[in-house]
């Protein structure tokens, strides 16, 4: 069993106790600086203690608030269990799970996990379709489903999108979106040069049901 496994989120620490994740000013050397490294451990990793958590557990950890199961002490002593959005906790499988990914992934192979229900592997699939779409340059990242229903509502395109709001909404990462649809994303810009316009892509992920594949992006 692994100890002090708090100490993989520390990104997700300072959010949940200042309500960012740093003080340094927009614009400043500290920031870019601080952004910088914090992008680099999304992509190659974090080690405590001689234990290394693969970049997209880092992402997964510090940047993928969840619906999950709060246990709250009452004055009586009774614990009383509620839903909250909160950053995920660490658990021993879903290390060895993220490090299986990444070492497919090192060596070009597939993957196919078999799985309870109710494990929050939709969070966990959600959160390596954001890590690419804001980390990967012209990555191109699909879902497949065999109907819409199995992506939005509480499937994973609705949790990708959430994580993508927040990222948005509170780090450095923000992208400009080419294709901003329910079922596709791509981030970019229009460039004009010498009289023409020129579309510049900045990451894909496309997320769509098999039936309904698109080129391009989230």
């Known amino acids: 069993?692994?100890?002090?496994?708090?100490?993989?989120?520390?990104?997700?620490?300072?959010?949940?106790?200042?309500?960012?994740?740093?003080?340094?000013?927009?614009?400043?050397?500290?920031?870019?600086?601080?952004?910088?490294?914090?992008?680099?451990?999304?992509?190659?990793?974090?080690?405590v203690n001689g234990v290394k958590i693969s970049g997209f557990h880092y992402f997964y950890l510090n940047y993928c608030p969840i619906d999950r199961v709060i246990d709250e002490i009452q004055p009586d002593g009774e614990v009383i269990s509620r839903r909250d959005r909160s950053f995920p906790a660490f658990y021993d499988g879903d290390w060895?799970?993220?490090?299986?990914?990444?070492?497919?992934?090192?060596?070009?192979?597939?993957?196919?996990?078999?799985?309870?229900?109710?494990?929050?592997?939709?969070?966990?699939?959600?959160?390596?379709?954001?890590?690419?779409?804001?980390?990967?340059?012209?990555?191109?990242?699909?879902?497949?489903?065999?109907d819409k229903q199995y992506l939005t509502g509480d499937g994973m395109l609705s949790k990708a999108w959430d994580i993508v709001s927040f990222v948005d909404d509170n780090t450095a990462w923000?992208?400009?979106?080419?294709?901003?649809?329910?079922?596709?994303?791509?981030?970019?810009?229009?460039?004009?040069?010498?009289?023409?316009?020129v579309t510049l892509v900045l990451l894909f992920v496309n997320i769509a049901p098999a039936f309904a594949l698109s080129s391009g992006s989230l």
């Not at 329910?182 to 009289?195: P, R």
Request: hydrophobic letters at 30%; a positive charge.
């Open 174 to 197: 923000s992208q400009p979106r080419l294709i901003d649809r329910e079922m596709h994303k791509q981030s970019g810009y229009k460039k004009n040069v010498n009289g023409a316009d």
């Open 1 to 47: 069993m692994l100890k002090d496994t708090h100490l993989f989120s520390p990104a997700a620490h300072v959010f949940k106790e200042n309500g960012w994740y740093t003080d340094a000013l927009p614009g400043t050397k500290q920031y870019y600086e601080h952004w910088d490294t914090e992008q680099h451990r999304c992509l190659h990793g974090y080690e």
């Open 96 to 146: 060895e799970y993220f490090n299986a990914v990444d070492k497919a992934r090192r060596e070009n192979k597939h993957m196919v996990v078999l799985k309870a229900r109710r494990k929050g592997f939709s969070y966990k699939a959600a959160a390596m379709l954001c890590r690419n779409y804001f980390h990967v340059r012209n990555s191109k990242n699909f879902v497949f489903a065999s």
